[in-house]
């Protein structure tokens, strides 16, 4: 209640998530985790989820193109360059807050679609005649199991970490679609 | 304010809701139009030609599938543009009548105690309220929005109010 008007300073909530990120979002994380924990990998199940997964990752990657800003490929480039500069920043202590997934987020963002791909690429293979019981798709499916549940935990490891730097809550804003924001801290 | 009120307040939750309408139903079409094109693919494959109109059919739904799909999210992303435009605006507006509310207060020669009770003041604390939050006197109070009443010309709150009122209310140009 001080002398500062409209209450323009101190956290602001910021809407970047839309409802379509946020669903495709919960809906992979979903199905990722139906089929590694709950599925018989050999049955009909296993199959229809997968195919859902890369339904939904493939409209992602469609609102990557004509969504809005924030959910938008330019929004965020993949650049190890930017990457290793955030590493930097990080390390000199700097708290910039980014609105949309920050360099390193953002790196993990591709690793994780084309991870989902290759596994649903594969996973499509080995129900063909041509690949069927083909040694080297069924490797490369569980090589990219492996790759995925590695990058999932590095993802949320991630999350929490960036959480706890900048003070952001970056899961509820996954959910809630805003991100509170210190003003000052905003960069981008 | 009373909760049932508070949708009301808020317009923007309204588009909230009805952006979250359409992604659930931009996702379960996508879902329901891969299970089309996946079904033509496998008739497809199997290659039967009894089947013809039958994979005309599956074709076509699948095909209008896509383009209300399409469709849905051209009209998501205006919407979400839309609310993104309106919230902008909104935020502008605010961050002017806060300049406006500073530039008044400088005028007047506000001295850094009376800005903080007319600040109060616009937000609807009235005198007891101020003099909690400040942990002064009531009568202390009074005297400064008697002051500040008098270097802004006005003869009470109420009039106080509507100086910003007719500056919110005003014409741009």
């Known amino acids: 209640m001080a002398g500062t008007p409209g209450g323009r300073e101190g956290a602001r909530e910021i809407r970047v998530w839309d409802p379509l990120v946020r669903l495709t979002h919960w809906g992979v994380a979903l199905g990722v985790l139906v089929n590694s924990a709950l599925t018989d990998p050999d049955g009909a199940l296993h199959e229809q989820v997968g195919y859902g997964v890369l339904a939904l990752v493939v409209l992602r990657l469609l609102w990557c193109i004509v969504g809005p800003k924030p959910a938008r490929f330019s929004a965020f480039p993949p650049s190890p360059a930017a990457a290793l500069g955030h590493l930097r920043a990080m390390l000199r202590g700097e708290r910039k807050v980014h609105l949309s997934h920050n360099p390193m987020g953002a790196l993990m963002v591709y690793n994780l679609w084309l991870t989902l791909l290759a596994l649903s690429a594969t996973g499509i293979m080995m129900g063909t005649v041509t690949f069927f019981g083909v040694d080297w798709v069924e490797e490369l499916h569980e090589a990219a199991f492996g790759w995925l549940m590695f990058s999932v935990a590095l993802h949320v490891g991630g999350v929490l970490f960036d959480q706890w730097r900048t003070g952001v809550p970056l899961a509820r804003a996954m959910v809630t679609g805003r991100k509170r924001i210190q003003a000052e801290r905003l960069d981008g | ?173």
């Not at chain 2, 309204?14 to 979250?20: K, L």
């Not at chain 2, 329901?32 to 290659?47: K, Q």
């Not at chain 2, 998501?76 to 002017?96: D, I, K, P, S």
């Open chain 2, 1 to 173: 304010m009373t909760p049932w009120l508070r949708p009301l307040m808020r317009p923007g939750d309204a588009d909230e809701r009805r952006a979250a309408i359409l992604a659930w139903m931009i996702v379960l079409q996508a879902l329901c139009a891969l299970f089309f094109i996946g079904d033509v693919l496998a008739d497809l494959r199997a290659g039967n030609d009894d089947t013809g109109t039958h994979l005309w059919l599956e074709g076509s739904v699948a095909l209008v599938l896509c383009i209300g799909l399409g469709v849905l999210m051209y009209e998501l992303r205006q919407l979400l543009m839309r609310m993104e435009r309106v919230t902008t605006t909104l935020r502008a507006a605010r961050g002017e009548m806060a300049e406006v509310i500073e530039g008044f207060f400088a005028d007047w020669g506000l001295t850094p105690a009376e800005r903080d009770v007319a600040l109060m003041i616009l937000k609807g604390l009235d005198n007891d309220s101020i003099a909690t939050v400040r942990g002064r006197a009531a009568g202390t109070v009074r005297a400064q929005s008697a002051a500040i009443y008098a270097k802004a010309g006005v003869d009470g709150r109420t009039q106080f109010l509507s100086l910003f009122m007719e500056e919110l209310l005003a014409d741009p140009d």
